[in-house]
């Protein structure tokens, strides 16, 4: 099947830098959209930015100008570089993929999460 791995996550300052990286594996045909989610504790998970397969981007309001979304096709990779960190960023942050496995239609999977932890 598919396997997403993210890496990167941790614990940085207000006003600090991170990239968060996913990868994906298996038999995969094609990669349509990738995005990064995020939940804070109490709250509901919420988009904070998507990359669609022409490299046309969406970002929430919160992070733009902040954060940026970037694909590497030949890697089935996805990273969020993340500046200007505030508190409020906190949450665990998940990558979603839209892709086709060889054989079978579109199907959306998600990755297993990693905290980000901004704080003194």
């Known amino acids: 099947q598919v396997q997403l791995v993210e890496s990167g996550g941790g614990l940085v300052q207000p006003g600090g830098s991170i990239r968060l990286s996913c990868a994906a594996s298996?038999?995969?045909?094609?990669?349509?959209?990738m995005g990064w989610y995020r939940q804070a504790p109490g709250k509901e998970r919420e988009l904070v930015a998507a990359?669609?397969?022409?490299?046309?981007?969406n970002y929430a309001d919160s992070v733009k100008g902040r954060f940026t979304i970037s694909r590497n096709n030949a890697k089935n990779t996805v990273y969020l570089q993340m500046t200007s960190l505030k508190p409020e960023d906190t949450a665990v942050y998940y990558c979603?993929?839209?892709?086709?496995?060889?054989?079978?239609?579109?199907?959306?999977?998600w990755g297993q999460g990693t905290q980000v932890t901004v704080s003194s």
């Open positions: 979603n993929f839209n892709l086709r496995l060889f054989g079978g239609s579109s199907q959306i999977y």
């Open positions: 298996g038999s995969i045909f094609s990669i349509n959209a």
């Open positions: 990359i669609t397969r022409g490299d046309s981007t």
